[in-house]
């Protein structure tokens, strides 16, 4: 900002495609009232009651869908999953906020801890081990098939380091009859089989097509001295869905800025600084595509770790999500009614 003038940035594609940057006499992010559904909120991971927490045969609770059938949930799972999971129409993408597991795929156990975003595509079939006590996942589904940009490589993620993947000597050793859930568009259909199709012997060929990176070990671009776009590591063909990094870094404020064809949903994974509003893990900010927003600076004084999901459909908060969120406002994403300034 300079005297009292107020950048802006429209911008088409996310932040791959056409922009046109203003100065504004005055910022043009504020409301001091809002109603309807296409409304900025914060929502809180942790208080999604997730079903799946009391109850192991449950499945993770939607919080938000797209139009584009973009499904968001939550899982709180505390035990393991008391049947093999296989997604038919959905490239599934995990993100572990709090607690560790051990997936037991089709190719072996791929051990996971807080931070880890977990890709997992279509007709892979696993189940998951809580190995603490408690555990807390936000889970993504989407209709496309999910792979990491080919720009992530090698400067925002170091693949030979930070990229793992399931250990076929860890096999999976459940025996006996075993039961099979099959999602698709219209449903679950559930299969009985008389022994356990997540055995393997050896990996012969090939590479098993599960794989984890870790928030941490994704670095954030900058463009100095500003700041500049962010840059996504994983992306779907169409761009319907692209994952951020969106830790602090280096730069000044970003502009107030229009996303015209994506709606963005943030969630702060830990500080130890606070992320303009957010400072407590696991929460997350709503904001719908054509709302102007203002984020805060991303450099303050000891860093924060925070991820970006854009959403090319729009999103709507399912009931179960309504119930963990609250409106907001767009500047440092305070709730509305606390802090409109
Ligand atoms: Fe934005």
């Given at each position: 900002m300079d005297g009292?003038?107020?950048?802006?940035?429209?911008?088409?594609?996310?932040?791959?495609?056409?922009?046109?940057?203003?100065?504004?006499?005055h910022p043009i992010n504020e409301y001091t009232e809002v109603t309807g559904p296409h409304a900025?909120?914060?929502?809180?991971?942790?208080?999604?009651?997730?079903?799946d927490a009391t109850d192991p045969a449950e499945l993770?609770?939607?919080?938000?869908?797209?139009?584009?059938?973009?499904?968001?949930s939550v899982?709180?799972?505390?035990?393991?999953?008391?049947?093999?999971?296989?997604?038919?129409?959905?490239?599934?993408?995990?993100?572990?906020?709090?607690?560790?597991?051990?997936?037991?795929?089709?190719?072996?156990?791929?051990?996971?801890?807080?931070?880890?975003?977990?890709?997992l595509p279509r007709a892979a079939s696993y189940r998951v081990v809580p190995?603490?006590?408690?555990?807390?996942?936000?889970?993504?589904?989407?209709?496309?098939?999910?792979?990491?940009?080919?720009?992530?490589?090698?400067?925002?993620?170091?693949?030979?380091?930070?990229?793992?993947?399931?250990?076929?000597?860890?096999?999976?050793r459940a025996s006996g009859e075993t039961t099979l859930l099959i999602r698709t568009a219209d449903g679950f259909t559930r299969f009985t089989m008389p022994r356990d199709p997540l055995a393997m012997t050896e990996v012969v060929?090939?590479?098993?097509?599960?794989w984890k990176v870790n928030l941490a070990e994704i670095q954030p671009v900058a463009y100095l001295p500003a700041g500049g776009p962010p840059l996504h590591f994983a992306e779907t063909p169409t761009k319907d869905l692209l994952?951020?990094?969106?830790?602090?870094?280096?730069?000044?404020?970003p502009p107030q800025h229009h996303?015209?064809?994506?709606?963005?949903?943030?969630?702060?994974?830990?500080?130890?600084?606070?992320?303009?509003?957010?400072?407590?893990?696991?929460?997350?900010?709503?904001?719908?595509?054509?709302?102007?927003?203002?984020?805060?600076?991303e450099d303050p004084e000891g860093g924060y770790l925070a991820w970006l999901i854009e959403s090319g459909g729009t999103l709507r908060l399912t009931s179960e999500g309504l119930a963990a969120a609250e409106l907001m406002e767009t500047s440092l994403f305070h709730p509305l009614k606390q802090d409109d300034a």
């Open positions: 009292n003038t107020y950048p802006h940035n429209w911008s088409r594609e996310g932040f791959l495609g056409d922009f046109v940057v203003t100065l504004r006499p900025p909120h914060r929502i809180d991971l942790t208080a999604i009651k997730a079903a993770p609770t939607v919080f938000a869908r797209s139009r584009n059938d973009l499904t968001l899982s709180a799972r505390s035990e393991p999953t008391p049947f093999v999971w296989r997604n038919a129409e959905y490239d599934e993408v995990h993100f572990v906020q709090e607690g560790e597991l051990d997936y037991v795929t089709d190719w072996g156990t791929l051990s996971v801890v807080p931070g880890d975003f977990v890709f190995t603490t006590e408690s555990t807390l996942r936000a889970i993504i589904e989407t209709p496309e098939m999910v792979s990491m940009n080919p720009l992530a490589q090698p400067g925002m993620i170091n693949a030979a380091r930070s990229v793992r993947r399931p250990d076929p000597t860890r096999t999976s060929y090939g590479q098993p097509p599960v994952l951020y990094t969106l830790s602090s870094r280096p730069g000044g404020r996303n015209a064809d994506y709606d963005e949903i943030v969630f702060y994974f830990r500080g130890p600084a606070p992320y303009g509003g957010l400072s407590k893990p696991g929460s997350g900010i709503w904001i719908p595509k054509a709302v102007a927003h203002w984020g805060p600076r």
